[in-house]
């Protein structure tokens, strides 16, 4: 076996223990308010620390293009709403910075 | 009443899959990048594609790649990866109590499959979950990352280098969409996602903290102390009817 396979293989392991742990340990129902507020906050929180600076560190040649291609996702999203315009809409618009716009 | 079940379960799956759709389109381009980048890091076409349809996850194979091919011993790598998706635990737990499932294999398979975006369409969906959906769901991210990867690996050097670049910015699109419509309800979501997105940046950048580390430490600290500040239901009227339905 290859050390990559090796790797690949150990990183599934980990990733596979992360998610089944919590499924076979559940939480149980009646949680403390607090608990439950921190849940229920975590998607948004985590979003926000996924967004930043990974568009900025995604471009390491041009972070105007990456910051562009989100505003330019967050703003067909705030318009037209869904998943699929503003997907499209940011890697028209990161490809048109990164084609014609270097800083 | 077992037809209807079925019937039930079907209508279920389609509508899971259907609402991974979008999912499916951003998983895809973003692992054609992946499964590009990955050629150029020394990974044979067949690792790049057992390494999506193992690990099913976007920042830490990108990581990974990166490691591989400056050398990384194992241990790095693992530590790495496991470190940055520390937040799959707290989905999962999230997710667990959402969806109550009774069944072993169940929570076996649709543990597999947890991702940021399947967490967050999951989550933020009103009303009860059914496994029938997570199953639809699931199945179609996980084919949009594999599929993608297998694209990647096939194309290879073929699409124009600036295409390939932009490329590498759809997983964050996606990112800004999910929270757009939740920004779109009220304050709350606009102050913790961009005190997440602060903090992690100022950890990145000014105290040279690692993406991986970086991530976890935001989420929790503006989690927790969110939680601790938000003390009643959000007043906006949108969120109280939805509370209270």
Redesign the interface.
């Known amino acids: 076996m290859s050390s990559a396979l090796v790797i690949i293989l150990a990183c599934g392991a980990v990733n596979y223990f992360l998610r089944i742990v919590p499924f076979i340990f559940s939480v149980g129902d009646n949680i403390p308010a607090y608990l439950k507020r921190f849940l229920d906050y975590m998607p948004v929180a985590a979003l926000g620390a996924l967004i930043l600076p990974g568009i900025i560190t995604s471009f390491p040649a041009n972070p105007a293009a990456g910051i562009a291609g989100a505003a330019a996702a967050a703003l067909t999203a705030w318009i037209a709403g869904g998943l699929i315009l503003p997907v499209f809409a940011s890697i028209g618009t990161a490809w048109i910075v990164l084609q014609y716009l270097s800083f | 009443m077992k037809t209807e079940d079925r019937e039930n379960s079907l209508n279920d799956f389609i509508a899971g899959a259907r609402s991974a759709?979008?999912?499916f389109?951003?998983y895809f381009?973003t692992s054609v990048a992946f499964g590009i980048l990955a050629l150029s890091s020394?990974?044979?076409p067949f690792?790049a594609v057992?390494?999506s349809m193992?690990?099913?996850?976007g920042?830490?194979?990108f990581m990974?790649i990166n490691l591989?091919s400056s050398g990384a011993v194992?241990g790095e790598?693992?530590v790495s990866?496991?470190l940055m998706?520390?937040?799959?635990?707290?989905?999962?737990?999230?997710?667990?109590?959402k969806l109550g499932?009774k069944n072993n294999i169940d929570?076996?398979v649709?543990?597999?499959g947890?991702t940021?975006e399947v967490?967050?369409v999951a989550?933020?969906k009103s009303g009860a979950v059914s496994d029938s959906f997570m199953y639809g769901l699931q199945l179609t991210a996980w084919a949009g990352w594999a599929a993608g990867t297998l694209a990647g690996v096939t194309m290879g050097s073929f699409l124009p280098r600036?295409?390939q670049?932009?490329?590498?910015?759809?997983?964050?699109?996606?990112?800004?969409?999910?929270?757009?419509?939740?920004i779109?309800k009220g304050y709350?979501?606009l102050f913790?996602?961009?005190?997440?997105?602060?903090?992690?940046?100022m950890l990145?950048?000014m105290w040279h903290i690692s993406?991986g580390w970086?991530?976890v430490i935001?989420?929790l600290a503006?989690?927790?102390a969110?939680?601790?500040l938000?003390r009643n239901e959000e007043s906006s009227v949108e969120q109280g009817v939805e509370e209270a339905g």
């Open positions: 759709i979008p999912i389109i951003g381009t020394g990974l044979t690792e057992l390494f193992t690990n099913l996850t920042a830490a194979q990974a591989i194992i790598i693992v990866v496991f998706n520390l937040r799959y635990f707290i989905m999962s737990a999230s997710l667990a109590r499932l929570k076996a649709i543990s597999f947890v940021d967490f967050s989550s933020l600036t295409l670049d932009a490329m590498s910015g759809a997983l964050f699109a996606l990112f800004a969409a999910l929270l757009v419509p939740e779109k709350r979501a913790l996602s961009v005190s997440a997105g602060v903090l992690n940046t990145y950048y993406a970086s991530i935001s989420m503006v989690t927790a969110g939680a601790a938000f």
